[in-house]
């Protein structure tokens, strides 16, 4: 940091020696830039603001159906609309420019001058334009920026009414070409839809949706198959405890297999005759020990013995189920409830069958759409994006025909009244002041470039005729040892020249400032343009 400063010092002495020589040349620079400033001749704007529909009669019928342009785009379009070679060419004849042109070189260079130079801007809003023109002339310039204007006038009231019929013609081949592009995407979606029927949607359900449908009825399938089987199995159970015949009569003696009175009704007869044949003994008055009631007796025992005989093989047949045995068995008949209860689980038997079979069609269905759980996806989304470029493309046609209504009006609308679209905010005037160039701003500009043009010949004039301003330097460079130093003592009359110089010095400095007010001032009030 302290060799930095020593450099600056040295550079600033060696300026300092050399300042006569840095303000000579500021002087000179000075005087020249002045004198060249001087020179640029003032020049006059004039300017016109109007509002116009940059898009003409397109922007409310194309409104939706069409990017809209942006800012720089409006800007482009109307300089170029306005700005047209021809255009330039009405110019220069209204204006009389021409007159100052000999040749078709200079009548080109004109032309490109004025497209140059004529500047159209937006300001504030989109459709808010300004025309402007400088020329050194300001009733020149009044006069280019009123002919641009009128020009302007002129082709916008010619072709106001050809941009409604361009726009209705637009609009009407949109209309055609929108309707085959409908055509085509219906016959696409319906010739999608037949090859891919098997994959689409039915009866307003998805194929998520049908999946899960044929899944529940396969649940719903399984459980009454369930219920079937159980109801089945508790019949079976109850049938195993239910004779299949009963016996029938009212013979005495006891049930047979729990089945009611004896089956063998001539031996209860016989039974029922002896006894009763035993009780006339017995009330003639003969005993137990007499022949005839002791044979009588051994008859009813027999026939009592046969008849239990008989009663025990019907009770064995009726627990074996020996239905022929039974059947050509007097006294038995078949079991209503067992009849019933076999009727019953027959017909179980055929709904658990005709379940079974509904269940095997509704799996034979879950596995059908289980196979098409990679397709159907694909051609859902497929179909989905057809009926979106459908969706798309009807919703512009029917924008289209709203629109070519809205333009039938409107060219109705034109045909009727003269409708402008556009208005002259500001009309041009002739300037009374200059709009450049900025005099001030360059006579100061000059004023500082030629300070540091004399700085810099200063430093060098410094550099080429070096000196050791400080005892650091001349060690540094000459890489002796320096002992020190004597300073200087000038005399009264050196003093006093010194002192003359300095103030000269200054005189010649605040007159370089002051010249620069002086020069301003000179322009600013004195300079006559070129009328």
């Known amino acids: 940091m302290q060799e930095l400063y020593q450099q600056l010092l040295s550079i600033l002495y060696g300026v300092w020696r050399k300042r006569h020589f840095a303000l000579a040349v500021s002087w000179v620079v000075c005087i020249a830039g002045w004198m060249y400033v001087a020179q640029i001749p003032n020049k006059y704007e004039s300017s016109a603001r109007i509002h ?199 013979g005495t003696g006891p049930a047979i297999g729990g089945a009611g009175p004896s089956t063998s009704s001539n031996l209860a007869n016989r039974i029922s005759i002896l006894e009763q044949r035993l009780d006339d003994l017995y009330a003639r008055g003969y005993k137990d020990q007499h022949p005839d009631v002791k044979i009588i007796m051994n008859q009813i025992a027999d026939l009592q013995a046969k008849m239990a005989e008989e009663q025990a093989e019907l009770a064995k047949a009726l627990e074996e189920g020996d239905t022929e045995k039974l059947q050509n068995t007097a006294g038995v008949r078949p079991n209503p409830v067992y009849d019933q209860l076999n009727m019953n689980i027959i017909e179980l038997e055929g709904e658990i069958a005709s379940l079974q079979a509904r269940l095997a069609q509704k799996e034979d269905e879950v596995k059908r759409l289980s196979s098409y759980a990679q397709r159907v996806p694909e051609v859902e989304a497929e179909l989905a994006r057809l009926n979106r470029d459908y969706g798309i493309i009807k919703r512009n046609y029917n ?64 550099q080429m005729h070096s000196t050791f301003s400080t005892e650091q330097r001349l060690r540094d460079i000459l890489s002796l040892p320096v002992l020190g130093s004597i300073s200087a003592i000038p005399s009264p009359q050196e003093l006093r020249g010194r002192k003359r110089k300095l103030i000269l010095f200054s005189i010649m400095l605040a007159g370089l400032f002051i010249s620069c007010v002086s020069v301003y001032a000179m322009m600013n009030y004195y300079y006559v343009p070129t009328v």
């Open 52 to 250: 116009v529909d940059a898009e003409t009669m397109l922007k409310p019928l194309m409104k939706g159906l069409t990017v809209s342009n942006n800012v720089y785009d409006q800007v482009r379009l109307m300089r170029q609309t306005l700005i047209s070679r021809p255009n330039i060419e009405k110019v220069i004849r209204m204006t009389d420019l021409d007159m100052t042109v000999t040749s078709e070189e200079e009548t080109e260079k004109l032309v490109e001058a004025l497209s140059e130079d004529i500047k159209i801007n937006i300001q504030g809003a989109a459709n808010l334009f300004q025309i402007s023109y400088e020329n050194s002339n300001p009733a020149v310039a009044k006069k280019v920026v009123q002919s641009l204007l009128n020009i302007f006038i002129e082709d916008k009231l010619a072709t106001g009414r050809k941009d409604l019929s361009s726009a209705l013609r637009f609009i009407e081949e949109q209309i055609r070409e929108y309707e085959e592009q409908m055509e085509i995407a219906e016959q696409r979606t319906a010739e999608f839809k037949q090859k891919n029927m098997s994959f689409l949607s039915s009866q307003g359900k998805s194929y998520f949706d049908q999946m899960q449908q044929a899944q529940e009825d396969v649940a719903i399938v399984k459980n009454q198959i369930s219920e079937y089987r159980n109801k089945q199995k508790q019949m079976k159970a109850y049938l195993e405890n239910i004779p299949p015949y009963l016996a029938s009569g009212s």
């Open 399 to 462: 924008e289209l025909l709203e629109k070519r209504e809205s333009a039938r009006i409107s060219q109705d609308l034109e045909t009727k009244s003269d409708r402008v679209q556009f208005r002259v905010i500001e009309p041009p005037q002739e300037a009374r002041e200059p709009s450049s160039p900025n005099r001030l701003l360059y006579v100061v500009a000059v004023l500082f470039i030629g300070l540091g043009a004399g700085v810099g010949v200063a430093f060098l004039m410094s």
